[in-house]
């Protein structure tokens, strides 16, 4: 995940919406495993307590109801989404 504009940091069980094609679900933060260097993809720091504007990072999301996303390395249109 990315983060492009958020005001404040997003820590472990934060809950916003994600847009992924029509659908528009609840979604937690279950764990933010890593920050990672936005263009080398490198670790940069392990189990991070929070993420904010302008970080990179691997996280652990769990959806509220049952979606389908298609990984983004197999078909990169259908594996985008968005976090609000």
């Known amino acids: 995940v990315i983060v492009l504009n ?5 820590s472990n069980g934060y ?4 847009d992924c094609h029509t659908a528009h679900i ?3 933060f279950a764990e933010i495993k890593e920050k990672v260097d936005r263009r080398t993809g490198k ?10 504007s302008g970080d990179a990072a691997i996280v652990c999301l769990m959806p509220t109801k049952p979606m389908c996303v298609e990984s983004f390395q ?3 249109p ?3 989404f968005a976090v609000r």
């Open 6 to 10: 958020h005001p404040g940091q997003i």
């Open 78 to 80: 259908l594996g985008r």
């Open 43 to 52: 670790s940069t720091e392990a189990e991070p307590k929070a993420i904010k």
């Open 74 to 76: 197999e078909f990169p």
């Open 26 to 28: 609840a979604c937690k």
């Open 15 to 18: 809950t916003p919406v994600l």
